[in-house]
Structure formats: C-alpha cells, structure tokens
C-alpha cells in the first residue's frame, strides 16, 4: 500500500482518490482548508480517502499528484518546495488561458510546459507528467473508450516513470496503452494536445474521450 497525497479536489482530484483507494493505497485529498469539504468529494472516495490542508498532504504522502488548476499550479507547488523534496510529482494538469466561453483558449507556457517548470522549480522533486489529454473519467476507467486510448508519460527519472506506470495499471490502464514519450521536455507536446479539447466539445458537448495514438 502506497501513501498517495492528491493536491486538489475538484473533480479531477476526487475521482483518482475514489478509484486508487479502491485499489488498496491510503489516499489523502489536500484542500486549501481542512473545514471546507465538499459534499461532492466526500462521496464515493472510498474508506481510505481523508483530507487534510495542502501543505501537510504534501509533507505526508510518498507520492503527489498535482490535480489543481495548471495556471496557478506553479505558485501554489513552489510553494512546497520542502514538502515535496524527495517524493515522486505526478502532474495531471494543463496550464492554460480561458477563451471567451471559458474553455481552453491559449497555453501558458507556450514552447515549454507546466511541468518543464515544475521540475526547474523544484529541482529535489522527480515530475512525472501523464493523465493530461483526456477528460477526467477516462483516467480511471480507460476500458469504457471503445477505442482503446493512450496514457503518455514524461519524465527525466526512469524509477519513477515505472513507478507511475505501475498506478496507472491501478488505475485501469493495460501495460500495450502506456507510452513513455522520454524526458520531461516531451511533456510540452502533450500539453499542447489541450489545444484541439475545446473544439471537441463545442462540437459533441461533454463526454468522455482521449487524444491518443492510433498504430
């Protein structure tokens, strides 16, 4: 059993809570304030989800993910720096700039990434990028795709890429629809998939799909 500290508890954050503690890790869901639950987290995350403050959900965890919105999630994990020191970084998030209907418009990092910038400003922390060119309940439940779908990672630490890709079979992932794209630089082009997102929906609303790699 893994102690696995999720950053963020949106929807994003409450569904891998749900269905890594399902799988047997103690999970902890981190919110800006320990009082301040939603009703729509608290259900469904299993027995071994609690909650705790960001900062000691950082502290505490053997592994983070960084399921908080991507363009204040710079500020927010530099901030951890010391809590994060050591540990495995798993970023899920894109960072970008809202169009005028509020989905995504522009990337704030253009010709670079979130997570490019997350591994220079925390250089002690492994990052990990995956899980970011879907809609959330593919994350966790990539089988009910009727094309099967592809779940890239990036990363400049090989141990914790196997690491990562060991949860991702936790999570529902097959070994044949994981692609190790190499180091964290390749995280760039993956975050740019985010791009063709909002048009997908405009076109067929809300539902789940994955930008992957047909072969």
Known sequence: MTSIGILGAGRVGANL???LSEAGH???LGLRSPTERPAAVAEGTG???SFADQRTTARTADIVINATPGDSSLDLLTGLRTEL???ILIDVSNATLDAGDGLPGDLCYPGSSLAEHLQSALPDTRVVK??????FMVMTAPETLATPPIAYVSGNDENAKKTVTGLLGDL????????DLGDVTTARATEAMILVVPHILRRHGFGPFAVSLAR
């Not at 995956?130 to 809609?135: D, F, K, V």
């Open 47 to 49: 027995p071994r989800v």
């Open 85 to 87: 020191a050591g540990k």
């Open 17 to 19: 809570a749900g269905k």
């Open 172 to 179: 529902g992932w097959q070994p044949e629809w994981i692609e």
């Open 26 to 28: 103690h999970v902890v």
């Open 130 to 135: 995956t899980l970011n060119t879907m809609l």
